[in-house]
């Protein structure tokens, strides 16, 4: 049974850090790429961080840029998100997603509140 089970949201007062974890089981993790999307009320779905196998290549939306990190662990099949100086624009429910070819497999997601 595929899982991605998320981790680490919480709240945050602004310029604060968070780090996101994504735990993935029930299909072979090192075979997939590794996204991070954010969906805040009212607002779409927005692709945050992305992650290529192996880890050699990331990508970012450039609302984040130069603030987030997104990593990966294959030993542990995690994804990792390391978010810092955030802002209250930030504040989303964060998902893990791993995509390979036509195979695409999502998390429950967890909140992030920045907020003073």
């Known amino acids: 049974q595929v899982q991605l089970v998320e981790s680490g949201g919480g709240l945050v007062q602004p310029g604060g850090s968070l780090r996101l974890s994504c735990a993935a089981s029930?299909?072979?993790?090192?075979?997939?790429?590794m996204n991070w999307y954010r969906q805040a009320p009212g607002k779409e779905r927005e692709l945050v961080a992305a992650?290529?196998?192996?880890?050699?290549?990331?990508n970012y939306a450039d609302s984040v840029k130069g603030r987030f990190t997104i990593s990966r662990d294959d030993a542990k099949s995690t994804v990792y998100l390391q978010m810092s100086s955030l802002k209250p624009e930030d504040t989303a429910v964060y998902c893990c997603?791993?995509?390979?070819?036509?195979?695409?497999?999502w998390g429950q997601g967890t909140q992030v509140t920045v907020s003073s």
């Open positions: 029930g299909f072979t993790f090192s075979s997939y790429a």
């Open positions: 992650i290529s196998t192996g880890g050699g290549s990331t």
């Open positions: 997603n791993a995509k390979l070819l036509m195979w695409s497999y």
